[in-house]
Structure formats: structure tokens, C-alpha cells
């Protein structure tokens, strides 16, 4: 997990997109609260672009 | 530390796969769906790397580095940019997205490392980990194994982190991509749109798409009205082979489809439903995109030639699999030679990872062969197996000490219109059978198409099969002389051989006398005794040849999946190996 996030944060610096490391943080927060409320059922409708 | 062992990895996306390096030479790659029988497979390639490491008898204490095919941070960059810019559009589809990368793809680095400890303890746990990004694996998949000290690169596909389309030029050990085009405009996903618009599956159903298209007629007014409406409303064609979506008509930035269906119906009359069969009109949707797709291609390729000045081109990603436009490309002669990485997709994106990786590291030697043992570089099975397969299902054999033998017997059933199971040695990695897992039957009876399509393989009746051929027979009936041996590129047969085609092998032929040929020119290559030894029963040198599997599954490779679909469809004879059976 920390490894990550320190991989994360090594990324932005060297993208220069500041602004998207909140985005991720409040991202892994937020998914780990919804990992298990949200239905799968969409995804295989889904293209896998994303 | 010296990098030398290196499996590289794709998964998670679909077309899981692996492959493995050793001093730079390829030993082993295989898709999983080959194992686990669910086409397209995106799980991790769990048997895929059991597989691997046992035939090699290796431990992931020996692997030096594992390589992902692509790089997870950039495209989550490419996907919070992406919603970001369509909010507070894409709410449904940002929900299972966000499941997805929270649970799994953001800490790719430790789901990997976990993955590989329940294979091999800690030994899986303590391997470094490293990431590829997916064009470069493509560009490194189709440069590192070809015959070309210098090449230019043209890589195509749907999306991956952020390119759709890259070039790019090789020279020996390096790969310098020059130029890329990026997400939301993306050739992959312009063809896949209109794949699913005329009711096949998107990102497996291109394929038959591009076999449709011939079947539509080019001189029609209604093929150039949807031409021009293509280049007018859904995409806009640059110079440079670049091109713009149209967004106005897409919804795969933000919705859980590809299109805004009833602006498209507006354009080009009603979708497709499941149940309706093919007419004129959708033949020629098929046709008109099919050949803006080859105008964008050719387009790239001149970008390309003028970039990097080489004689020579390397291509990967999904769109360089459509072997119409391939075979266009070849006639254009805007590059003197051509060498396509066989496993095109995202299968191939492993082996690419791999090589990117070993070759940042070490020095690369060329050899006038292409490094991928004629596609032939995944597990096989040992005589025992077979046996004990056979066995087991209580199946009568013979076993040929001689292959000669058994050729020249399996060629008098062929010439008698009898169809052929053959499984020879390795697996093919790749999604085409090139005659180790594949079904051969003679191209000379005219009902043998509807006979495989209906009883063997219960597909579309439309679905043309591709002919395998002694290079003589290229050369003589569809004046091919270049290298043709991974089924790569669509010809049509020459004008005046064309009777003599429609009377000697009329069920290799399509709607537009075109062919996607496969030649064998080495004595070394598993179809080369059977094509010579029906050349003596019948004066040609030419099978069909057709991947050993049923519709929407995928090639067989276990004994068990192989000898039930021996059993279950319209298949006379079973060669496995050495081993012969006939029901």
C-alpha cells in the first residue's frame, strides 16, 4: 500500500499533474468505503477502455 | 544485476497471456484461454505461467524480472482525465471503474507479486516487478523478433494508457517511438464501433467484420454514400494518416455502449438485431469502413516511411491483424519488406513487455529468421499424454514410427474430402491456427466451406476459410512471393489463374476471389509433409486450414478439450502427433 502511494506521488511529480493525486487519494479512500456496496453487473457491457 | 530470465505478463484487460525470455531468446509464450477454455480470457495467467515453468523446469527464483504489459498509473491519468472532462457525464460507467482500480489495478505491483506467491511460495513474492507501456510492448513484440537490424515501427490498436496509435523506428537493441496519436481518437476503436453497430461482439467479432466486407460491392452508390458519410460525419481522415473521432457520435467516453445508436440509424438505416441475417446494406457498411480503415493505414504507413526513412516495417497492436489491410499495405510497396508480430493483440503485448525489457539491458543480434520458431513457441504434449488420453477415452489408434507414412496416409483421406483434426507438436501463440492446432480438409470440393462452417465449427455461413500452400502455389496462382507464412495478408488470385481457382480450390475462395494466405516454404514447419504429400494425391500443393476449435471457444490445447471436439462435430480423422485416429 505505501509503496504504491510513494509510486503514486513519484508519478505526478514526474508527469507535473499535481492536481491528480488528490483525485487518487480521495479515489483509494472512497473505493475502499465502496469496494463492496457496487454491483457488477454493468461491466460486461462495458468495452474494457477503462 | 543481470537481467536474463524475464516473463513478461498481459492480463486484466483481455487476451491474458505470457512469455518468457532466456538471453534474449524466445523460449515459451501461450495465451491462457488456451487452459482454461474461456476465449479472450482477462484473468491472470495463472496456467499459462505453470505451464511455462514447468516445461522449462524453472522456479520463479530463477526468473530475473517479471514485465507487465502496460503501465497502471498512466492509465488511471488517462481515465480520471478522461472523466474529468466529460463530468458529470460517465457516472455509471466511473462506478464499476472505480471498484475495478481501488480493488486491484492501482496496486498492480503487490496483485502480481501476490499472484505469483500461490504459484511458487515466496519465490513468486520475492521476483521485482516492472512495467512495460502498452505501445512500446507492441512496437518491442514486432521489432525484437523480426529479421530487420533497422525498421520502421507502426503500432495501432483501440487504447492503451494513453496512445491508440504510435510510430516509431528500431535500431538493433533500441526503440525510439516518435509519435503517437492519442485517446479518444483510436482507429481500434472507430472499427469496433462499426463492429458492434452491424451485431457482432466488440473486440472479437472484428474480425468476421472484415470477412463481411468483401461480400459488399464497391461500385454500389449506396457503399460510396457511406464512404463519404464516414469521412463526413463520423471521422475526419488528416494527411498524416491521423484521424478525429467525432464525439457526437460516440458514447464510449461516458456510457456503456460504443455509439449513439439512433444517430447512427439516422446515417446508415437501422442496427443490426441478433436474430436477423445479413443483407446487402450491412455488407456494405462493412465494405465502406473496411476501406477507410485501409485509407488511414496506408496513410500511417507513408507518415511512417517519411519519419524514419527505412526500407523495412514492423507492425503490432489489435488493427494490424486485419489482413485485408495488411495485404494492402504489402501491394502499396511503400516499404520494401514487412514482418507483422503473428500474436498482434494484447497476448503479444507479454512477449513485447518482455523483450522491451531485456533488450534496455542487453545487446541484440540479427538473424535473417524472424526469432518465433514459425509461431510455434508454446507447451506441447508429451507421448505418454497421449496415450494416456487415448486411452482413457478408449479411442482405437496407430502410431507411425515414420511421419512419411502417416503423411502420405492422412493425404488419401484429405483427397477423399475427409476432414483432418492436427495437432503437431507446439502450441501456436497467436489468435490464428498455423497448423499446429488446426483442422485440415482439401480445398477442391466445392461444399466443403458449408460442411465446416455448419457441422465443425457452427459459425456464420458467410466465414470464408484461409488456405495454407506450398510457396509455389502463392507464387503461381496469387503471384505472392513474399514471406506469407503467419496468415497475415488477403490476396486476390491473379486474373488469369482465377478459372482454374474457382475449379481447383473453390472453398478457399471469397466473394471477391481473395484469399488470406499462409505459405510454407520450411521442411522444418508441421504442415510442410502433408501439403507435399497432397500434392502427389492431387496436383496441388494447397489444404484449407482452419483453427481446431468450435465457434466462440478457443483453439484447443488440452488432450481432453481435443479429443471432445474430435468427438462431438464432423471431424473423420484425428492426428495427434504420430498417433492416428478415425472414427
Known amino acids: 500500500m505505501f509503496e504504491t502511494i510513494k509510486e503514486l506521488f513519484q508519478f505526478v511529480k514526474s508527469r507535473k499533474k499535481y492536481w491528480l493525486f488528490p483525485i487518487i487519494l480521495i479515489l483509494v479512500f472512497v473505493g475502499v468505503i465502496l469496494v463492496f456496496g457496487v454491483s457488477t453487473g454493468l461491466a460486461p457491457y462495458i468495452y474494457p477502455f477503462f | ?225 457511406f464512404i463519404a458519410i464516414i469521412k463526413k460525419e463520423i471521422v475526419t481522415v488528416f494527411s498524416d494518416g491521423s484521424i478525429k473521432l467525432n464525439q457526437h457520435y460516440f458514447k464510449y467516453r461516458s456510457g456503456l455502449k460504443m455509439i449513439r445508436k439512433k444517430r447512427w440509424e439516422q446515417l446508415f438505416g437501422a442496427k443490426k438485431k441478433p436474430n436477423e441475417s445479413f443483407n446487402q446494406r450491412h455488407k456494405n457498411i462493412a465494405l465502406a469502413i473496411q476501406t477507410v480503415l485501409e485509407e488511414i493505414i496506408l496513410k500511417m504507413a507513408i507518415t511512417a516511411k517519411k519519419l524514419t526513412g527505412s526500407s523495412n516495417l514492423c507492425l503490432a497492436g489489435g488493427v494490424a491483424l486485419n489482413s485485408v489491410a495488411t495485404g494492402k499495405l504489402v501491394e502499396s510497396k511503400i516499404f520494401e519488406q514487412i514482418w507483422i508480430q503473428p500474436a498482434a493483440g494484447d497476448a503479444g503485448g507479454a512477449l513485447g513487455a518482455a523483450l522491451a525489457f531485456y533488450y534496455s539491458k542487453n545487446d541484440r543480434f540479427v538473424s535473417a529468421k524472424d526469432k518465433m520458431n514459425h509461431g510455434f513457441i508454446g507447451p506441447a504434449h508429451k507421448k505418454s499424454e497421449i496415450l494416456g488420453a487415448l486411452r482413457l477415452k478408449k479411442l482405437k489408434y496407430e502410431y507411425f514410427d515414420e511421419a512419411f507414412l502417416l503423411n502420405q496416409k492422412v493425404a488419401k483421406f484429405l483427397a477423399q474430402d475427409k476432414v483432418v483434426g492436427w495437432v503437431k507438436g507446439r502450441l501456436e501463440f497467436g489468435p490464428r491456427a498455423l497448423g499446429g492446432r488446426s483442422i485440415l480438409a482439401s480445398p477442391k470440393s466445392k461444399g466443403m466451406k458449408d460442411r465446416i462452417n455448419r457441422r465443425i465449427k457452427f459459425r456464420e455461413d458467410f466465414r470464408p476459410f484461409a488456405p495454407v500452400m506450398l510457396s509455389g502455389e502463392a507464387e503461381k496462382y496469387f503471384n505472392v512471393c513474399h514471406d506469407a507464412s503467419y496468415m497475415q495478408y488477403v490476396h486476390r488470385i491473379t486474373e488469369n489463374q482465377r478459372e482454374v481457382g474457382l475449379e481447383q480450390f473453390p472453398s478457399v475462395l471469397h466473394g471477391d476471389s481473395s484469399a488470406r494466405i499462409q505459405t510454407v516454404t520450411s521442411n522444418e514447419h508441421p504442415l510442410y509433409g502433408i501439403l507435399n504429400a497432397f500434392k502427389v494425391q492431387t496436383g496441388i500443393g494447397m489444404l484449407i486450414n482452419t483453427s481446431f476449435n468450435r465457434n466462440k471457444e478457443p483453439i484447443v490445447q488440452g488432450l481432453e478439450s481435443i479429443i471432445e471436439v474430435f468427438l462431438m462435430s464432423d471431424i473423420d480423422i484425428l492426428v495427434i502427433d504420430n498417433f492416428f485416429i478415425k472414427k
Open chain 2, 1 to 225: 544485476m543481470v537481467f536474463k530470465t524475464i516473463i513478461g505478463i498481459s492480463a486484466y484487460y483481455h487476451d491474458s497471456a505470457i512469455a518468457l525470455i532466456i538471453n534474449g531468446e524466445i523460449k515459451f509464450a501461450a495465451q491462457e484461454e488456451r487452459y482454461t477454455r474461456e476465449k479472450n480470457t482477462a484473468a491472470f495467467p495463472f496456467n499459462a505461467i505453470r505451464s511455462c515453468l514447468e516445461e522449462f523446469d524453472l522456479t520463479l527464483a530463477e526468473v530475473d524480472a517479471v514485465v507487465f504489459y502496460e503501465k497502471p498509473f498512466l492509465k488511471l491519468e488517462r481515465i480520471i482525465q478522461n472523466f474529468y472532462e466529460i463530468a458529470p457525464n460517465g457516472f455509471m460507467q466511473f462506478m464499476p471503474f472505480f471498484k475495478d482500480w481501488t480493488a486491484k489495478k492501482l496496486f498492480l505491483k503487490n496483485e502480481i507479486r501476490k499472484k505469483l506467491r500461490e504459484i511458487d511460495g515466496n519465490n513468486g513474492h520475492l521476483v521485482p516487478v516492472f512495467f512495460s507501456s502498452h505501445h512500446l510492448s507492441h512496437a518491442a513484440s514486432a521489432f525484437f523478433p523480426s529479421p530487420f537490424g533497422k525498421a520502421a515501427i507502426l503500432t495501432l490498436d483501440a487504447v492503451g494508457e494513453w496512445a491508440t496509435a504510435s510510430i516509431g523506428q528500431g535500431d538493433q537493441n533500441k526503440i525510439v517511438l516518435e509519435k503517437a496519436m492519442n485517446f479518444p481518437n483510436s482507429v481500434g476503436i472507430l472499427y469496433s464501433s462499426f463492429t458492434y453497430f452491424l451485431g457482432f461482439s466488440v473486440n472479437s467479432g472484428e474480425y468476421k467484420m472484415m470477412g463481411l466486407a468483401p461480400l459488399g460491392d464497391l461500385n454500389s452508390d449506396q457503399t460510396k454514400r
